[in-house]
């Protein structure tokens, strides 16, 4: 064998180890026959070789380990054996493999990840180039740093029921929204639910980034709504679906039945005393449930006022009136303007009107049209698995309504 595929312990950037010097000479001698090119060993010569190096390895040193995991980590070619037993290694072993080895499968990634240690996880989650499949499994850990590795990896691909499963993730870590939000793979239906824990900076990227127009599905269902009329909306699936569309978002039903003659007059209305009546009112004249109506005005940060303003036409001294009926203030002690209030008069002016009625919708969409006693009794319980995986609103309504009708 060359002289040049024998290396010693200062060539591999390791310090040289006392002890047995035929089991040292011996695993150098084994570790440059895996290394062997094709046209010198064939691969069956390789996998036996690997053999009897697992089996030294065993009850070699950790020291000994790594020299041979620094030695076999560039190869193209490893036995899976081999390979099997230095990805399950110690950290320290396993990372020259994690970091260097580019011939690594998903099976090889997957499996250590499945049966390693965090580190090892962690290791794997900066990888280049991980594929939907690996990504996934680390990330149903649910480890926080191999999560927040993961989604800083920009090579990474990452598939929409991993994407889903981090979101509802983030509702009890929301330093995870902001990482979210940068990756290319996130859909509005998260996005939207995540709004309701993401902090202010987060929210407005949502709302800027996520808040999309409807004006493509518009003109194509244009010629939809007089054939749904004709059949007086008797279908509820085209009914659900076209209330989505429509352009209109104020009811004009509700106003007939209504002891007020607009919005603008029940928003006037609150400013003397808000009550659960005044509330529902408000709820029904701008065209969505009292349930979404309630999740809206009871939000902590206050964006989803303007929203609803912005969608149904309201004006910003109505918003302002909204917001001293809910007894918000609109400056702070020292006189500046309250970073709550500012936030959302920055909020009003930054969304269209189409944009705006979008996210209205879409939260009344998935916060009511999907709330069935099933699903209900399901997030009183915390059974996740109940929701329908491929209903967004489901999904939605079970991570955007835990906090309110959870246990």
């Known amino acids: 064998m060359s002289d040049a595929l024998l290396l010693d312990d200062e060539a591999l950037g390791l310090p040289r180890q006392a002890g047995f010097r035929a089991r040292h000479a011996l695993l150098k001698r084994l570790a440059d026959v895996v290394s062997l090119p094709a046209s010198r ?11 009897l190096l697992v089996e030294m390895l065993r009850l070699a040193s950790e020291d000994e380990r790594e020299k041979v995991a620094v030695r076999l980590a ?6 899976n054996t081999l390979t099997r037993l230095l990805l399950r290694d110690e950290p320290r072993i396993a ?3 994690f970091e260097q080895c580019a011939s690594l499968t998903d099976a090889d990634l997957v499996a250590a990840a499945r049966d390693a240690q965090q580190a090892h996880r962690e290791m794997i989650a900066h990888r280049r180039g991980l594929s939907e499949v690996v990504s ?7 480890e926080t740093e ?28 929301p330093e995870l929204c902001g990482l979210l939000l940068r990756r290319p793979e996130l859909r509005p239906s998260g996005a939207y639910v ?18 999309v127009s409807r004006e493509v599905m518009q003109e194509v269902s244009e010629d939809i709504f007089p054939m749904a009329a004709r059949e007086n909306w008797q279908d509820p699936v085209s009914r659900k679906a076209l209330q989505f569309i429509e352009r209109r978002q104020r009811n004009r039903a509700a106003i007939e039945k209504s002891p007020y003659d607009s919005l603008e007059q029940a928003v006037a209305a609150a400013e003397a005393g808000f009550s659960r009546e ?22 902590a940060g206050g964006e989803p006022l303007a929203i609803l303003c912005k969608a149904t036409g309201m004006t910003k001294n109505d918003l302002t009136r909204l917001w001293r009926a809910m007894r918000r203030p609109e400056v702070l002690s020292d006189g500046t303007l309250s970073p709550a209030w500012e936030r959302v008069l920055v909020t009003y002016d930054m969304m269209a009107v189409d944009r705006a009625q979008t996210v209205l919708r879409y939260w009344n969409w998935s916060l009511s049209s999907a709330l069935t ?15 329908d995986e491929y209903s967004a609103p489901e999904r939605a309504a079970m991570l955007a309504l835990a906090s309110d009708f959870g246990r």
Not at 74 to 79: F, G, T
Not at 136 to 142: A, K, N, Q
Not at 152 to 164: D, G, H, P
Not at 373 to 387: F, M, T, V, Y
Request: net charge neutral.
């Open 41 to 51: 060993i064939n691969a069956f010569e390789r996998a036996v070789t690997g053999d």
């Open 74 to 79: 560039p190869l193209n070619e490893l036995p």
């Open 95 to 97: 990372r020259h493999l």
């Open 136 to 142: 996934e499994t680390l990330l149903s850990f649910g």
């Open 146 to 173: 191999v999560i927040q590795a993961v989604l800083k990896n920009q090579t990474a691909r990452l598939s929409q029921v991993a994407i889903e499963g981090v979101v509802s993730l983030s509702r009890e870590a």
């Open 194 to 211: 995540m709004f309701w824990w993401a902090g202010p900076e987060d929210r407005r990227i949502i709302l800027s980034r996520f808040g």
């Open 278 to 299: 005044i509330a529902a009112e408000i709820s029904y004249l701008a065209g969505i449930k009292p349930l979404t109506g309630a999740k809206l005005l009871s939000d």
């Open 373 to 387: 006693p099933a699903l209900l009794r399901a997030i009183r319980e915390g059974d996740e698995q109940s929701a």
